[in-house]
């Protein structure tokens, strides 16, 4: 079992930034991906960045988004800067292993007011 925590939203200006973070605890080794998706009211979710030994950026979030890991940590960061309105939405963190199960962490709210 692994359990992904969450933290480091808020409510922030645009042109502001956040830095998310979410740490996995539980009985693993490496963690072969790592990443975030997004859920804004009454859409789906949405990848908006994951990690392996590469990095994958949806294009909306491309130049203004950072994904890393600290693999010594289990833990994948997502820093979020030139934040615009429509960046407001649930984000959560997940992580897949390498027997192809993955884990969500409970999600945290970014909102950014105009």
């Known amino acids: 079992q692994v359990q992904l925590v969450e933290s480091g939203g808020g409510l922030v200006q645009t042109g502001g930034s956040l830095r998310l973070s979410c740490a996995a605890s539980g009985t693993i080794s490496r963690i072969p991906v790592m990443g975030w998706y997004r859920q804004a009211p009454g859409k789906q979710r949405d990848l908006v960045a994951d990690?392996?030994?590469?990095?994958n950026y949806a294009d909306s979030v491309k130049g203004r988004f950072t994904i890393s890991r600290d693999n010594a940590k289990n833990t994948v960061y997502l820093q979020m800067n030139s934040l615009k309105p429509e960046d407001t939405a649930v984000y959560y963190c997940?992580?897949?292993?390498?027997?192809?199960?993955?884990?969500w962490g409970q999600g945290t709210q970014v909102t950014v007011s105009s």
């Open positions: 990690i392996t030994i590469n990095t």
């Open positions: 997940y992580v897949r292993l390498r027997n192809g199960v993955s884990y």
